[in-house]
């Protein structure tokens, strides 16, 4: 009886592990950059073009590509749920059509991922859109405080007491009279 049992689950938990790896193996998303996509279809991007990868094997699956847009190329529909445009790589370009709302930032954008199929005619059909916008915030090199002379107000990077009050918030901003005192962590050499 409890063979059997065993058994039976067994089974069912075999089932379920080879409904899932088919599933999953159907549902994967390949991710590539334009000029990964080109190569791993074996395609030359500069001679043959896009309209080469619509007999490939990876049409035959869902993609996710990065690249720049060209702006040269961007055709917006009437309705604005449709737009047209190539995502370059260093060595070609894919023609995109991507159905769906655009992002605000997707003018303002380094690199665009778009997910999709590619079609009959090599170009990716797309319904997702994922946008990389540039970054507002500069990396600073090693060493150097964010204003010239450090603090806004003329203090040193590490001489901020008093900007901020007692902990408690009994005094205003700037007020010393309630700031913790500075506590001494030096050492002396006695002895």
Request: a negative charge.
């Amino acid at each position: 009886m409890q063979a059997r049992y065993i058994l039976g689950v067994g089974l069912i938990l075999g089932a379920l592990m080879v409904a899932s790896v088919v599933t999953y193996s159907r549902e994967a998303v390949a991710y590539y950059t334009v000029d990964e996509l080109y190569e791993k279809a074996g395609v030359d991007a500069v001679d043959q073009g896009p309209l080469a990868l619509a007999g490939s094997p990876l049409s035959e699956r869902p993609l996710q590509v990065r690249g720049e847009v060209d702006y040269t190329t961007v055709d917006r529909g009437e309705d604005g749920l449709q737009m047209k445009f190539h995502l370059t790589g260093k060595n070609g370009h894919v023609p995109v059509v991507y159905q769906g709302l655009v992002p605000d930032t997707f003018d303002q954008a380094e690199s665009v991922t778009v997910g999709g199929r590619l079609d009959a005619d090599g170009a990716l059909a797309a319904d997702e859109l994922f946008v990389q916008c540039p970054s507002k915030y500069e990396a600073m090199p090693p060493g150097l405080d964010a204003v010239e002379g450090g603090h806004p107000d003329g203090k040193s990077s590490g001489d901020y007491s008093g900007d901020y009050g007692a902990l408690d918030g009994a005094s205003a901003p700037g007020d010393d009279a309630g700031a913790p005192s500075p506590v001494d962590l030096s050492t002396s050499d006695e002895g």
